[in-house]
Structure formats: structure tokens, C-alpha cells
């Protein structure tokens, strides 16, 4: 979208009125419309960035709001009953079988993280936030490991995370391996 003063402003929420224009979902497309000039084509207006920012801190400013908007999905879920937070809660709820997803911080260590995707079963295990991020939206201190219970809060929290893996392609997100057939 662009503002009144003709600033392209990101529309993540897709509600902001007026005429928009589509960009690919990467980093790599919006640094390169931001560069070339591409906004001002799409918009047939001129266009210009917000202030003091290139076309490579406009694609922070635009992968800072698909975060932001992920971690306020998962501050949602967790008020609503639907996010667990810590080790020994996520393992009670990977052993319930009530996982949506299993939420590693990208500073967790191997071991206790392996030791919690080997119980995700059917649950997405996806490594996005820092300890920090996972921390602050789940209102408790030194998150490494959460779990989604499934529902529609979790569902959510999952659209927002992939928007912004599309963008950034840095987190992984990926089924759990599958069980093992036992012997009989």
C-alpha cells in the first residue's frame, strides 16, 4: 500500500484500504521491487521507502512484521489455553498426542531438542524464534521448547510461522520422522 505521502507501507494483515501491490513472498523479490523501482511501477504512482530505509532494510522492516505477527498468534494461543511453555510441559504434551506442533528456539541444544521431537509424532516441529522472542510471547522467562495444542489458535500461529518462513527460508519446519513398525 502506500501512505498518504506516497511511502510503501507493508499491508500484512491484508485490510489496509486502497489499492495494493502483490510481491512475491521472499526476501529476494522485495529487495529487488524495492531497488528497481518496482513499487512505483506496480502502484503507477510514484513510490518511495519509508525514510532512511533501503530496499534491504525495508525487507527487515517487512520479515520484522511477519514475525511480529507470528509471535503475537502464539501470544494468543498461549492466553487462550492452547501453548504450553518448558521442557516437562512440552513432553507431557507430545505424550498426549494433543500436538499441533512442537516450537524448538533456534539456540536450543541438540539434546533436549532431539529428545522432544522423538515423542512429536504426528506434530510439525519448527525451529523460528530466538529464546528471547519465544520468551516474551509466551510471558515466561527462558523458552526453549513449546507446543501448540491443536485447535484453531494453533492453526494460526502455523499460517503466520510459514508466511514468515516463505519469506525467509531460514527456520525449518518439518514432520517428525516417522514411527518406527515394531516387531511381531
Do not use: Y
Not at 501470544?75 to 489455553?81: D, E, V
Not at 523460528?128 to 510471558?139: I, K, M, P, R, T
Not at 527462558?142 to 502455523?158: K, M, N, Q, S, T
Amino acid at each position: 500500500m502506500l501512505d498518504p505521502e506516497g511511502r510503501v507501507t507493508p499491508d500484512l494483515a491484508a485490510k489496509l484500504p486502497g489499492r495494493g501491490a502483490w510481491v512475491a513472498a521472499s526476501r529476494d523479490a522485495v529487495e529487488k521491487a524495492a531497488a528497481k523501482g518496482l513499487f512505483a511501477r506496480a502502484f503507477k504512482a510514484p513510490a518511495k521507502l519509508p525514510d532512511a530505509v533501503g530496499p534491504e532494510g525495508f525487507a527487515d522492516v517487512v520479515e520484522a512484521g511477519l514475525e511480529a505477527r507470528a509471535l503475537a498468534a502464539l501470544g494468543l494461543a498461549r492466553r487462550a489455553g492452547k501453548a504450553v511453555a518448558g521442557f516437562d510441559q512440552a513432553r507431557d504434551a507430545l505424550k498426549s498426542r494433543r500436538a499441533a506442533a512442537l516450537l524448538t528456539a533456534l539456540e536450543a541444544g541438540a539434546d533436549g531438542a532431539g529428545k522432544l521431537q522423538s515423542l512429536a509424532g504426528e506434530a510439525l516441529v519448527i525451529e523460528a524464534f530466538s529464546v528471547a522472542a519465544q520468551s516474551a510471547a509466551l510471558g515466561k522467562e527462558g523458552v526453549v521448547h513449546a507446543v501448540l495444542i491443536a485447535g484453531p489458535e494453533a492453526d494460526r500461529v502455523l499460517r503466520e510461522a510459514r508466511r514468515l518462513n516463505g519469506f525467509r527460508r531460514v527456520f525449518k519446519e518439518r514432520a517428525p520422522a516417522p514411527m518406527e513398525a515394531g516387531s511381531g
